[in-house]
């Protein structure tokens, strides 16, 4: 399939929202080439003219989150009479929770943006994310919900941030061939410790993009695929002594990795309660 088209997306607010609903959608379709046409903070009638000369001019599929009941009806009414197709994302879920809860929505633009506890809860995760990346901090580890453990390059420090960005205050500690484990990462009782590895040619090959990047061309027993074996078997290993359990990140995505570690604490809490 080889297709060329625009896409167009009007939002009241930052544009997160749809943006990310459309690079989904959108990853389910290959050979598919895309321009993107973003437009924010529309919250005039002026605002939605200029966006539909330019939707008019470069026709397309046309996304968007409007909250004023107004300008969505004017879009939907205006794509309706040049035979676009124009979808509103929200709808379907705000109708399906005004039906639940018996409750009318506010018609307030970007209020998932507002400065509430869970807001502050994230970024309180950040800084302790920061603070607490590749085994440093370690006196207070305990503050910790989740511990990532793994060899170097098994993705710890992305999928760390993911997961604060949704709130969870993560920590890791990189294992290092010869090096033996930090005292507190044995003793701490709180936090989920969680074991990531890799497969050892995936592992010699993201150290050697990593090296390259660095200028660095020299073979070493970070990227001979014998050490990396006699690691990952020593590393798995650790992980079963432990009883940790474990995630394959050989090819899971940050996101895929993060939504794995947020499952076993959900897991665990079940458990705890």
Same mark, same amino acid.
């Given at each position: 399939?080889?297709?060329?088209?625009?896409?167009?997306?009007?939002?009241?607010?930052?544009?997160?929202?749809?943006?990310?609903?459309?690079?989904?959608?959108?990853?389910?379709?290959?050979?598919?080439?895309?321009?993107?046409?973003s437009y924010v903070l529309v919250r005039s009638r002026k605002q939605l003219d200029?966006?539909?000369?330019?939707? !008019?001019? /470069? $026709?397309? #599929?046309?996304?968007?989150?409007?909250? %004023?009941?107004?300008?969505?009806? &004017?879009?939907?009414?205006?794509?309706?009479?040049?035979?676009?197709?124009?979808?509103?994302?929200?709808?379907?879920?705000?109708?399906?929770?005004?039906?639940?809860?018996?409750?009318?929505?506010?018609?307030?633009?970007?209020?998932?943006?507002? !400065?509430? /506890? $869970?807001? #502050?809860?994230?970024?309180?995760?950040? %800084?302790?994310?920061?603070?607490? &990346?590749?085994?440093?901090?370690?006196?207070?580890?305990?503050?910790?919900?989740?511990?990532?453990?793994?060899?170097?390059?098994?993705?710890?420090?992305?999928?760390?941030?993911?997961?604060?960005i949704r709130g969870v205050r993560a920590a890791n500690i990189p294992l290092v061939?010869? #090096?033996?484990?930090?005292?507190?990462?044995?003793?701490?009782?709180?936090?989920?410790?969680?074991?990531?590895?890799?497969?050892?040619?995936?592992l010699v090959q993201v150290r050697r993009n990593r090296l390259n990047t660095m200028?660095?061309?020299?073979?070493?027993?970070?990227?001979?695929?014998?050490?990396?074996?006699?690691?990952?078997?020593?590393?798995?290993? #650790?992980?079963?002594?432990?009883?940790?359990?474990?995630?394959?990140?050989?090819?899971?995505?940050?996101?895929?990795?993060?939504?794995?570690?947020?499952?076993?604490?959900?897991?665990?809490?079940?458990?705890?309660?």
């Open positions: 399939m080889s297709s060329d088209f625009h896409v167009h997306l009007v939002s009241d607010a930052t544009g997160e929202t749809l943006n990310s609903i459309a690079k989904a959608a959108l990853a389910q379709f290959e050979g598919v080439s895309v321009e993107e046409h200029r966006a539909v000369e330019q939707i !008019l001019a /470069q $026709r397309g #599929l046309v996304f968007f989150t409007l909250v %004023n009941p107004e300008l969505r009806k &004017d879009l939907v009414s205006r794509c309706a009479t040049a035979n676009l197709p124009c979808l509103d994302v929200m709808e379907g879920p705000i109708s399906m929770m005004r039906q639940f809860l018996g409750a009318a929505e506010t018609h307030r633009p970007g209020a998932q943006h507002d !400065l509430d /506890q $869970r807001y #502050l809860q994230r970024i309180e995760a950040l %800084n302790f994310t920061i603070q607490h &990346d590749d085994g440093q901090a370690l006196d207070t580890i305990d503050g910790a919900q989740v511990i990532l453990v793994g060899a170097s390059r098994t993705s710890k420090t992305p999928t760390c941030v993911y997961l604060a061939p010869g #090096l033996v484990l930090p005292a507190p990462l044995l003793v701490t009782k709180g936090p989920l410790i969680v074991g990531l590895w890799a497969s050892p040619d995936r200028g660095e061309v020299r073979d070493t027993d970070y990227v001979d695929i014998e050490s990396v074996r006699n690691e990952v078997s020593a590393t798995r290993k #650790l992980f079963e002594q432990q009883d940790w359990p474990v995630i394959d990140v050989s090819r899971r995505s940050v996101e895929e990795t993060a939504a794995a570690v947020i499952n076993l604490l959900n897991e665990r809490r079940e458990r705890q309660a």
